[in-house]
């Protein structure tokens, strides 16, 4: 007889976690008697699984990290999701959001069949169409746009796996103005940083070796709270191991309570204390002189050029005193090569962002990380074909066009660039006149919401393809609701990493309701506007076999596994045999960049302040929490029970100061008169009195999103103001102030 499981033994048994304790009410109570088969015979409760257990092979969207995993399901219902033990990217686990994937299938709020505006643009206001209706409405808007004002004049925005197709879709169409917020929003300048540096980038995920780190510098970053997989993993290894931690945040953030030094610093002054390293670094005489000599260009230029920068005149700006400065530029000297400056991921802050960053990279250099054993490895990338189309028609025109002189080293597409294109101006021959909108909520990815608001309303087309509504799709001439990642095949994940894997996304379920995959939506669209020959496979089965093939590989075979390792492997480390290698104009590391110098730019980073809050004011910061990836998934049935509002962190004594007590709601504002939804107030002493900050991705306002709608503060809505890297045209986002307002009870 089978041994009957309590609901708390039976989460503990089958290893669900903090997703699996998200599920709740009626998924968790069909499932409360399910095990695995093999789980059920280690513990003698045979017969207390029942049904068809069965397996399919994923690759998690809930964010860019992209973890292998398992769906499991019992006779075809979801159970749980786990990961790949073969795949390096997760090691066999899963962060919270990967486990809460599920979420993403299960929610009532999905979008359902496609959408046709009825009436003005910003009122959701839409009629139910079938799909030939919606995309032939779409074909002959774009056909007739590429008519009046060429190809060019329609942009893509896009983020996440599906984007792939939509890519394809419009550089057949013949325009490649191709944008993803990630760029100018979040990591541009720091790609543009190690570019002009290294002469290469930092990869996607990250090619950082925390694992074997002895000393890691954190700058803003918050591991642990934004959970890239890999690297909270070896983070946590690298701290077990006694390594040092040092963590630069006005906040004290989980990595700042894992840390050997926690650095206060006052916003927006980094740049002044990565220079004042830069100087005590050299002076002192704490960089690999050997590894300088044989691999950099310009060291005597930094020299002079930081020789000011003493932690004494870094001190009133930063407010670190000079013996901290001067102690923690010792450890990372005395772990070298194996110390990390961590890079970063979202860096648009103040608009220096590219110098900052690539002050940061001078200090790897200096130390001898990039390369080395506990810095940045050489990843291996697995040698899969690309699938073979016909050549692409030439663009005429592209985003540059429009911005004559500017931006001159970035080197993708401007999201915000294209925004600001498309609204009418007397410079340019063409604004944009039709956006694509893949998988992204542009009211809450890009700054300045009243000016994307305004570029929607000089739009002839706009489409939004989506899973969920949001506040973009309100905006939207067409709504396209593409199936959930556990409905659907997609592209291959081959990514950079220690060694070359390529990794399988099969359908666990049938498709919900009227939605369909992104690949067969391009693909659709695509035979209406007469581009065949770009789109000559007939399902995305054909084209993985096709694909495969060219690696030896087979779809049966990744079906079955997952994940398969490649045999081709490079080195990971110049100690081991990599030939230092650096396509940078003098082939060396660039201290000193000729290259920025030739534009007009410092070669050298140089420190110059930013302004400060107002009485007041507060400077307004925000970030990530473990269990939700920004707006994307605050309405996910699973995630949303983990923490369904953000809060706002506020210095004790500023609570005291303005009367807010911990808990209460309040009201944010800012410079500009901006406000936002009411948030709970978090009073605590973990932050600095001159700064506040909240989770990203909250405050919903499509009603539709009824877990999320209202449900804390949209942050967002207080970017009013922007500072532009002038070098690739990234948006600094950090230069807003906000105050407190009560929130008025109703009568």
């Excluded at 809930?62 to 006779?75: E, R």
């Excluded at 669209?525 to 054909?542: A, C, N, Q, S």
């Excluded at 049966?556 to 396509?583: H, I, N, S, T």
Aim: hydrophobic fraction near 35%; aromatic fraction near 10%.
């Amino acid at each position: 007889m089978a041994k009957s499981l309590s609901r708390r033994e039976f989460i503990k048994i089958g290893g669900l976690g903090l997703g699996g304790l998200a599920l709740g009410g009626g998924l968790m109570n069909s499932c409360a008697n399910m095990l695995m088969e093999e789980q059920a015979v280690q513990l003698g409760l045979t017969g207390a699984a029942n049904g068809s257990l069965a397996l399919s092979p994923t690759v998690c969207e809930i964010c860019f990290w992209k973890c292998a995993g398992w769906v499991h399901t019992i006779d075809g219902q979801p159970w749980k999701i786990t990961g790949n033990e073969h795949d390096p990217s997760c090691n066999g686990r899963l962060c919270p959001r990967g486990t809460g994937g599920l979420g993403a299938y299960l929610d009532a709020d999905r979008l359902r069949t496609p959408l046709i505006r009825t009436g003005v643009r910003g009122k959701q206001t839409f009629r139910e169409a079938t799909w030939d209706e919606a995309l032939d409405f779409i074909a002959i808007k774009m056909k007739k746009i590429a008519e009046e004002h060429g190809p060019e004049c329609v942009a893509l925005f896009t983020h996440g796996s599906g984007g792939s197709y939509f890519k394809h879709l419009l550089r057949a169409y013949g325009s490649n103005n191709i944008a993803a917020p990630s760029y100018a929003q979040c990591r541009g300048p720091r790609e543009e940083a190690y570019m002009l540096t290294f002469g290469e980038g930092v990869y996607s995920p990250e090619r950082t070796d925390i694992r074997n780190s002895k000393c890691l510098v954190l700058i803003g970053s918050h591991l642990g709270e934004n959970m890239h997989n890999t690297q909270v993993q070896e983070f946590a290894d690298m701290v077990g191991n006694g390594g040092t931690v040092i963590t630069v945040d006005p906040r004290y953030s989980v990595a700042a309570s894992k840390s050997k030094y926690w650095l206060p610093i006052r916003p927006a002054t980094d740049l002044a204390l990565m220079l004042a390293w830069i100087h005590v670094i050299i002076e002192e005489q704490l960089f690999d002189q050997e590894y300088v000599k044989n691999n950099t260009y310009g060291f005597d230029e930094l020299r002079q050029s930081v020789k000011k920068y003493t932690p004494e005149w870094a001190y009133p700006i930063t407010t670190i005193k000079p013996h901290i400065i001067r102690e923690t530029a010792r450890e990372m000297g005395w772990q070298k090569p194996a110390t990390l400056v961590h890079p970063g991921r979202h860096v648009t802050w103040y608009g220096d962002d590219t110098q900052r960053v690539r002050a940061g990279a001078i200090l790897n250099a200096l130390l001898g990380s990039w390369g080395r054993r506990g810095g940045f490895y050489y990843p291996n990338k697995a040698a899969v074909p690309k699938y073979k189309y016909p050549a692409y028609p030439a663009a005429k025109r592209s985003w540059r066009d429009a911005f004559p002189g500017k931006y001159p080293l970035a080197n993708l597409a401007l999201a915000s660039g294209i925004c600001d294109a498309t609204l009418p101006s007397p410079e340019r021959d063409c604004s944009f006149k039709g956006w694509l909108v893949y998988g992204t909520n542009l009211l809450m990815t890009l700054p300045q919401p009243k000016k994307t608001i305004a570029a929607m309303q000089n739009l002839d087309l706009l489409v939004a393809i989506d899973l969920m509504p949001a506040e973009i799709t309100g905006w939207a001439d067409v709504v396209l609701p593409e199936c959930s990642y556990l409905e659907r095949y997609d592209d291959l994940r081959v990514s950079p990493g220690r060694v070359p894997t390529v990794a399988l996304r099969a359908p666990a379920f049938k498709t919900k309701y009227n939605s369909r995959p992104g690949w067969w939506i391009a693909r659709e669209l695509g035979l209406k506007m007469g581009l065949e020959k770009y789109f000559p496979w007939e399902t995305l089965e054909d084209y993985l076999e096709t694909r495969l093939k060219g690696a030896g590989l087979s779809l049966a075979e990744l079906k079955e596994k997952g994940v398969v390792e490649l045999p081709q492997r490079q080195p990971l480390y110049f100690e081991d045999g990599v030939q230092p290698e650096f396509d940078t104009p003098s082939g060396k590391i660039e201290l000193y960049s000729d290259v920025l110098a030739s534009y007009g730019f410092d070669p050298v980073p140089q420190y110059t302040a930013h302004e400060e809050p107002p009485d007041g004011y507060y400077r307004l910061l925000y970030g990530r929490a473990p269990t939700h990836t920004f707006g994307r998934t605050t309405n996910n049935p699973i995630l949303t029970e983990t923490m369904a509002e953000n809060e706002v962190w506020i210095n004790t004594k500023v609570a005291e100061l303005n009367g807010i007590r911990n808990g209460e709601y309040i009201i944010l504002a800012n410079q500009d008169g901006a406000k936002t939804n009411k948030i709970k107030a978090k009073v605590t002493e973990r932050i600095r009195h001159d700064c506040v900050y909240v989770v990203h991705g909250f405050g919903h306002q499509d009603k539709r999103l009824r877990k999320a709608f209202l449900r804390g503060a949209d942050d967002a809505q207080l970017i009013t103001k922007v500072k532009i890297d002038p070098i690739m045209g990234g948006t600094g986002m950090r230069v807003n102030f906000v105050t407190f307002e009560k929130v008025v009870q109703a009568v």
